[in-house]
T-cell receptor, first 119, second 114 residues
Framework: AQTVTQSQPEMSVQEAETVTLSCTYDTSESNYYLFWYKQPPSRQMILVIRQEAYKQQNATENRFSVNFQKAAKSFSLKISDSQLGDTAMYFCAFMKTGANAGNNRKLIWGLGTSLAVNP | KAGVTQTPRYLIKTRGQQVTLSCSPISGHRSVSWYQQTPGQGLQFLFEYFSETQRNKGNFPGRFSGRQFSNSRSEMNVSTLELGDSALYLC?????????????FGQGTRLTVV
């Protein structure tokens, strides 16, 4: 079974600075996706960034980038130039894909990191 | 393009009652997944429906059930409510096939069982 671990329940950062959120996962699968989702106080889960396991290049989306270390099963999120609107819960999630996964679209989640961006 | 709509947003029920939650996916999306979010357990997968068929199921008791209609709208039902069923229930909509894995979430239904 797959597990996702986020070891930092809470973090804070000053506006305009950089912060890194950690995520490790455990799987015996070779084909999968990893995701970072953001859940602001409005409760709506929003996709921040996605990484395909077969891609060596780390994904980036504007101020958000990941450090994907497949052998170490590590998937950290770096937020640059932090903004007040980045204050939210951040969840790391795993999804199995490929022929063995069939139509399995189940997301397996970490417990989240609460990020506060301070002015 | 309208997003994922979940109704109602808030619900208070008594132990032993039953409840039905609704999710309207993004137009064109055929997959609807349901997740339960609690402070202690985090987010847990309940089930996924695709083209009116349950395609995947999580480890929840039979009191939790769902269905999907021909217009892809989905409902989940919880019977004989327990205090532990208090949670935020999130619905996710996606194309459900091919390489596109992105799931779009609704704002959830906050269920409180008293």
């Amino acid at each position: 079974a797959q597990t996702v671990t986020q070891s930092q329940p809470e973090m804070s950062v000053q506006e305009a600075e950089t912060v890194t959120l950690s995520c490790t996962y455990d799987t015996s699968e070779s084909n999968y996706y990893l995701f970072w989702y953001k859940q602001p106080p409005s409760r709506q889960m929003i996709l921040v960034i996605r990484q395909e396991a077969y891609k060596q290049q780390n994904a980036t989306e504007n101020r958000f980038s990941v450090n994907f270390q497949k052998a170490a099963k590590s998937f950290s999120l770096k937020i640059s130039d932090s903004q007040l609107g980045d204050t939210a819960m951040y969840f790391c999630a795993f999804m199995k894909t490929g022929a063995n996964a069939g139509n399995n679209r189940k997301l397996i989640w970490g417990l989240g990191t609460s990020l506060a961006v301070n002015p | 393009k309208a997003g994922v709509t979940q109704t109602p947003r808030y619900l208070i029920k008594t132990r032993g009652q039953q409840v039905t939650l609704s999710c309207s996916p993004i137009s064109g999306h055929r997959s609807v997944s349901w997740y339960q979010q609690t402070p202690g357990q985090g987010l847990q997968f309940l089930f996924e429906y695709f083209s009116e068929t349950q395609r995947n199921k999580g480890n929840f008791p039979g009191r939790f059930s769902g269905r999907q209609f021909s217009n892809s709208r989905s409902e989940m039902n919880v019977s004989t409510l327990e205090l532990g069923d208090s949670a935020l229930y999130l619905c996710a909509s996606s194309l459900g096939q091919g390489a596109n894995t992105e799931a779009f979430f609704g704002q959830g239904t906050r269920l409180t069982v008293v």
